[in-house]
Structure formats: C-alpha cells, structure tokens
C-alpha cells in the first residue's frame, strides 16, 4: 500500500508536466513546478476543507517530484527526437 501510493503520486503529475510544457507552452521548469505545486496544494487542502480522503504533505512533494520527472523526461525524449532528425536528414 506505501509504495503504491508512493508510486501513484509521482506518476499521477509526469503528464500534468509534459502537457503543461507541449500544449500550453510554459518552458520554465519553475513555472511548471510552481503550477503542479500549486495544483497538488489546491487538491489538497479541498479535501481537508471538505473532509474526503487524507490530505497530507507528502502528496504535494511527491507530485511535485512527477511533475519534476515529467520536465526531465520531456527534455530526454526532445534530445532523442532532435538527433534522429539531425541523422535522417
């Protein structure tokens, strides 16, 4: 159940980030942390003022982590995708 839960958070905001950066066109890795920082503290703190599930700390770090993980990987995959371009031409 931890590492589920665990694994779940960080894995739940590695799209927000690469959404965030290809569809609305925010590059600032700050940006994009602030944003999912943002958003996992205003999940949150709804479901302490509204008493459904726990609301916890950990959540907001370890979404803001995927979020992280998500920019680190957008970035690998645009290195790749760069240089199958720059061979195939």
Do not use: C, W
């Not at 995927?66 to 920019?71: D, K, L, R, S, V």
């Amino acid at each position: 159940m931890f590492y589920s839960n665990l694994i779940g958070n960080i894995v739940l905001f590695v799209p927000f980030s690469i959404i965030t950066i290809s569809v609305f066109g925010i590059y600032k890795i700050r940006h994009v942390l602030l944003l999912s920082f943002a958003l996992s503290f205003a999940i949150e703190a709804l479901q302490y003022i509204f008493r459904v599930g726990v609301a916890d700390i950990d959540d907001i770090l370890l979404n803001t982590l995927g979020a992280a993980t998500g920019i680190l990987l957008y970035n690998y995959f645009k290195k790749i995708r760069a240089r199958y371009r720059l061979s195939h031409q």
